[in-house]
């Protein structure tokens, strides 16, 4: 089985790539990815060199590159996780979202469709040039919009409405993937998870930076009042449930991934707080008095919350890690990794990297 996982040097896409590379040996994994700033081949230096792994260079955005790769590799499968990831950054800049989240998915589907030599239209579906094979799309809950009961949760069955040019940007590629499932019976499989945190998050996100901004001694700027509620999951965890879906998951279906983990930002800034004063040595409440309260979000969802029960009942999936473990684990790695943060702090690596591996 060749499985082509694209994003594959970003946070959750390493964690993938990881996972399918040691497990299962015998699969080739080809990992597709643009290395933009959010991409790191620093996040995988201890399988680089398995001789199941091969990295790629190449941007979804390419259709032509796509169309080429597609041929010479004749992928089984697909689990797209590239992608425009951060909520800010859409906010300045929407239409790189649009290129990389639409259109490049839309590149993918039809670089997808036509090596798999799908037919569509008019009669009966036709399934059987598409045998065995898999394109399998990784979004987020952010597509659902935001919730403002307590009792509400995110279900599969639940009504789109995205309130950021990001998540708009998900919910588009997310109607594209069912509609190719539809009109070209192209095997689709998709899920919608939530709030990822752990090891090799980029620390533009509100976990890592408030990690490195406690270490440094730095303010830690929490939006609005830091009453917006998300619902994080180990990211293990998610790599993990991409498996489960990825082998047993049903064709056409939607599958929510989440922890029933919710945390108040600001509860969740105090718990880190705590934490790092103690791995530090400092007194408890030195670094919470860094907490800053700064101009919200525009836009900012105020919760999400996901229903897993889907996954769990179907697949047998459950997180594995309650969250002050995975808190204090995560916590443990930025300190025993140093260098890897101070590398993408200082936006060094990037230009580094893109020499190193661009001939490859
Ligand atoms: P990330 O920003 O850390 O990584 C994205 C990766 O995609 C990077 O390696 C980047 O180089 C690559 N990439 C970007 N544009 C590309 C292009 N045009 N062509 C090829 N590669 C390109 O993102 P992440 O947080 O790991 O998220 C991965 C996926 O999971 C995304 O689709 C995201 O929407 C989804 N998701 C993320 C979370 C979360 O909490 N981070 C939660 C649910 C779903
Ligand atoms: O829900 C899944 C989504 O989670 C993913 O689809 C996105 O790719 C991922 O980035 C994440 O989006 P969020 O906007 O929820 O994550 P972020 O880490 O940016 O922010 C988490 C919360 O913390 C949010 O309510 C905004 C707040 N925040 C964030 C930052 C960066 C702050 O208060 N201060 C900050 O400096």
Redesign the pocket.
Known sequence: MKIVITGGAGFIGSHVVRLFVTKYPDYQIYNLDALTYAGNLANLTDIENAPNYTFVKGDITDAGFLTEFFAEVKPDGVIHLAAE????RSITDPMSFVMTNVVGTVNLLNAAKDAWKGTGGAGPPVRSAFDGKRFYHVS???VYGSLHNADEFFLEDTSYDPQSP?SAS?AASDHFVRAYGNTYKLPVVLTN????YGPNHFP????P?MIHNIQQNKPL???GK?E?V?DWLFVVDHARAIDAVFHNGNLGETYNIGGFNEWK?IDLVHLLCDIMDRKLGRETGTSAKLITYVTD?AG??LR?AIDANKIMHELGWQPSLQFEEGLEKTVDWFLQNQEWLDNVTSGAYQGYYQEMYTNR
Do not use: A, Q, W
């Open positions: 990831s951060h909520v800010d987020t809950d952010e990001y998900k998870c939530s709030n990822n533009e996100k509100l976990i930076l700027p929490v939006y830091g917006n998300r930002n979000r900012h969802d999400y």
